[in-house]
Structures are given as structure tokens and as C-alpha cells.
């Protein structure tokens, strides 16, 4: 089955440092991967996802990530956090069979200023 | 074009009692998609319906079910309610029931069990 770790359940980051949070996947085939972030009393936000081709993703808010297959990883990096990314981020893996989302537990970003 | 919405975001019941909560996808999504959150679970899957008919089930005792209208609105029910259904209710909403669409979340429903 599959199934999805974010190692870190809190980061701290510094306003204006980098910022890379990490994910792990467990899935046979070729995954589906997708980072969403939720604001405090809101849903969840796609920043972006990976099907195919090119393993380097551009998303909303100024991310990216790097889905890297020999490490079975699918890492979101920022070049410079802002005090309004404080947020909780979640992986997810699409699951082929009934099309469902598997989401990792989340990363809570803090960002002091 | 409006998002997905949810009704109502905040209920309060006791235990034993049932609750129906509801969702309306954006205009044209015909997916729609329940999701349970909770600190202790995280994000879980309960069941996905397309066309007024449901795809895939969660792990979810059958106390939790769910429907879709032909306009594509949904609902879900839990019925005979345990503390530990409180949780926050999200629904999603894609064009079609594949992966390669976007899921758009809805603001939640926040459901507390006393």
C-alpha cells in the first residue's frame, strides 16, 4: 500500500532563509506526488504536483520541488521564507486504485522574524 | 468562479446523536471527495462519488456514509456519534474521478463530539 513520511512535524525557519521540507514516498510504480499547504482554519492549497516527465516542479507561492526516484523522494524547497508561509505542509501520494490522495502527517513551518 | 463550499463550518453534537454534513463542489466538478482530519490520524480518505455514484470507500466503519445529487452536491452522514469523530470534515472537489485533476478543498467542517 501506499504510503507517505515527512520526517520533520515541525521546522523553524528564520524570515528570508531557505527552506526545504521532506518527504518520503512508498508506491511500486511510477507515484503521482503533490505538496498542499493549509492555513490555519482553512483547506487545503495545492502548491503544486508531479505526474511525469521533467523531476524538477514548479509551483504557487514560489516553490518547487524535486521528485528524486533512486530516494523514493519528493522534497519542496523554498529560496526565501516570508513570516506568511508559516502554514502546516502535506505530501500526498495518489493512490491508482480508486484515485485517492495518501497524505503524509504534515510539516508545521514556523518562520521567527 | 466560487470554490468549494461546506455546511455549516462549525457543529457541536453529543454522543449518540447523528450529523449530516454538506458539500458543494465548484461549478462543472462532478468528483467529489470526503476527507477526516484529526491530530492523532492525520488526513484519511473516507469515500470519493462521481456521478451520483460512489467510487472508492476508506476504512470507515459504516457508521459513515455519503451520497451525491445529480448536481453534484454531497453529503455525508455519521450516525450514533463517538468522541472520536470529532474531527475537521474537508471535501474536495476534481472534474472527474482521476488523479490527473486537481482536487480543490473546501474550508472544512469543524465537528466536536461531547
Known amino acids: 500500500a501506499q504510503s507517505v513520511t515527512q520526517p520533520d512535524i515541525h521546522i523553524t525557519v528564520s524570515e528570508g532563509a531557505s527552506l526545504e521540507l521532506r518527504c518520503n514516498y512508498s508506491y511500486g510504480a511510477t507515484p503521482y506526488l503533490f505538496w498542499y499547504v493549509q492555513s490555519p482554519g482553512q483547506g487545503l492549497q495545492l502548491l503544486l504536483k508531479y505526474f511525469s516527465g521533467d523531476t524538477l516542479v514548479q509551483g504557487i507561492k514560489g516553490v518547487e520541488a524535486e521528485f528524486q526516484r533512486s530516494q523514493s523522494s519528493f522534497n519542496l524547497r523554498k529560496p526565501s521564507v516570508h513570516w506568511s508561509d508559516a502554514a502546516e505542509y502535506f505530501c500526498a501520494v495518489g493512490a491508482e486504485y480508486g484515485n485517492k490522495l495518501v497524505f503524509g502527517a504534515g510539516t508545521i513551518l514556523r518562520v521567527k522574524s | 468562479k466560487a470554490g468549494v463550499t461546506q455546511t455549516p463550518r462549525y457543529l457541536i453534537k453529543t454522543r449518540g446523536q447523528q450529523v449530516t454534513l454538506s458539500c458543494s463542489p465548484i461549478s462543472g466538478h462532478r468528483s467529489v471527495s470526503w476527507y477526516q482530519q484529526t491530530p492523532g490520524q492525520g488526513l484519511q480518505f473516507l469515500f470519493e462519488?462521481?456521478?451520483?455514484?460512489?467510487?472508492n470507500k476508506g476504512n470507515f466503519p459504516g457508521r459513515f456514509s455519503g451520497r451525491q445529487f445529480s448536481n453534484s452536491r454531497s453529503e455525508m452522514n455519521v450516525s450514533t456519534l463517538e468522541l472520536g469523530d470529532s474531527a475537521l470534515y474537508l471535501c474536495a472537489s476534481r472534474l472527474a474521478a482521476t488523479l490527473v485533476d486537481t482536487q480543490y478543498f473546501g474550508p472544512g467542517t469543524r465537528l466536536t463530539v461531547l
Open positions: 462519488y462521481f456521478s451520483e455514484t460512489q467510487r
